[in-house]
């Protein structure tokens, strides 16, 4: 199992993120004719600390999409920034099991805003370093 299988299963149960888009996690891109809201991840890259020529704890930096179209409810924008809230919540200071992998530490970086004009699709960037042991 991958690491990012197990980061999917542990989001993918996590009850507010799941309330909100269910399964519909994806590496990297969303499929064509997406449903959403969604949340799409990447790999940004894999440091790792060194010592006396051993590879030491990795700690990928990941980027978490959240997705989210106007509804007639509410807006695109908000239903984003919900989703973004979920994903915060779920690993921002997580330190436990996912998948085969233990995380020491996991901390939230950063979050943007951003907004397709071509499509209207409005998301949320959310950049969280794990640290695995």
């Not at 991958?2 to 993120?17: H, R």
């Not at 590496?27 to 590879?55: D, G, I, K, N």
């Not at 990941?62 to 695109?76: E, K, L, M, V």
């Not at 998301?123 to 969280?128: I, N, S």
Request: hydrophobic share 45%; net charge negative.
């Amino acid at each position: 199992m991958s690491f990012e299988q197990g980061l999917f299963a542990y989001l993918s149960v996590y009850p507010g993120l799941n309330a909100l888009v269910g399964t519909r996690i994806y590496p990297m891109l969303l499929p064509q004719q997406a449903t959403f809201p969604a949340v799409t991840y990447t790999r940004l890259a894999t440091p790792r600390l060194h010592e006396f020529e051993a590879s030491l704890l990795p700690h990928p930096t990941f980027q978490f999409d959240c997705w989210a179209i106007d509804t007639a409810a509410q807006s695109g924008y908000e239903i984003a920034k919900d989703v973004a809230t979920q994903v915060v919540t779920a690993l921002d200071i997580y330190r436990g099991a996912m998948g085969a992998y233990t995380v020491e530490a996991s901390i939230v970086q950063s979050e943007r805003d951003g907004y397709d004009a071509d499509t209207g699709i409005r998301h949320v960037m959310v950049d969280v370093e794990i640290w695995v042991v």
